[in-house]
């Protein structure tokens, strides 16, 4: 057991509580950080019967002073934090554009880069990566004196190739690409690395509108990412534990520093022909 605390932003999503289970189930105390707290106590209360130690806490991420007071709580409760994984995010309606491409005159009358609202693209870029610095702000603090620490941030491949129609959510997650490179950097005298996680095409809450037709079958986005993707499939959640645990795990991964790890069937490599 390794006897550490874990704090998970949006450890209440799909891929978050995989992440939760998968950190207790390991020997961390987990402190899943959510705005729904009911939600991340259904989750907790998940664990706890598992045997495992977890605490749920309301926080917003893009709100300082809120993350202060979790951070607090879950000092006193659970001790300082070792492992902090940053896995709030998702997207607005008014930072996307229906249109892939668009047409002289607007031909094809779906919204498109023009018709985007400020308040969309504010909100993506505050949840993804006003949602990153925060908590590693308000959490680093705690683990800058520790003789090993870790703080894996959640990116996409969208920020390796930035995908049509989603250009907020895409320009976000490519910062925190870069703000994951120049926060290792700049925590490399300490025991602080930094890495973070680039997932491919899984199902999710957030997409599964976008992919999934209401009699369960794939709409012709989620066709062309299978078809785009050389395993020719979505991924499952658990197929990104893996990666977690190696990066969470200082002697497994005590080198790797400032990297982005790819888990997406094959999608960054393919060129598509």
């Known amino acids: 057991m390794v006897n550490k605390v874990a704090v998970v932003t949006g450890g209440s999503g799909v891929l978050g509580r995989k992440f939760s289970f998968a950190l207790a189930a390991n020997g961390y105390s987990v402190a899943i950080i959510g705005r729904d707290q009911n939600k991340a106590q259904l989750i907790v209360d998940e664990i706890i019967k ?33 492992l902090l994984l940053n896995g709030a995010g998702g997207n607005h309606p008014q930072g996307i554009s229906e249109a892939e491409y668009y047409l002289p005159n607007n031909a094809n009358n779906m919204t498109n880069f023009f018709d985007l ?23 680093g603090k705690q683990m ?27 320009a976000a997650k490519a910062a925190i690409d870069n703000f994951t490179k120049w926060l290792a950097v700049h925590f490399c005298k300490t025991n602080i690395r930094v890495n973070a996680i680039a997932p491919g095409f899984f ?3 957030q997409n599964r509108a976008l992919l999934v037709n209401a009699d369960g079958s794939f709409t012709p986005r989620a066709q062309k990412i ?17 990666t977690l645990l190696w990066l969470a795990n200082e002697k497994a991964s005590g080198f790797v520093n400032g990297a982005v790890i790819p888990v997406d069937g094959g999608f960054a490599a393919y060129s598509g022909v």
Do not use: H, W
């Open 226 to 242: 299978i078809n785009r993707t050389p395993m020719g499939r979505l991924g499952e959640a658990e197929e990104l534990i893996g």
């Open 117 to 139: 609202k400020l308040e969309g693209i504010d909100f993506v870029f505050r949840l993804n990566l006003m949602g990153t610095i925060l908590p590693s702000q308000v959490f």
């Open 203 to 205: 199902l999710t809450e």
């Open 50 to 82: 598992q045997g495992n130690t977890a605490l749920a806490i309301s926080a917003d991420v893009t709100n300082k002073d809120s993350l202060e007071i979790a951070a607090q709580i879950i000092e006193q409760k659970l001790g300082s934090c070792d």
């Open 144 to 170: 800058v004196n520790k003789n090993s620490a870790s703080i894996i941030n959640i990116s996409s491949m969208s920020a390796i190739l930035p995908l049509t129609k989603v250009v907020a959510y895409s």
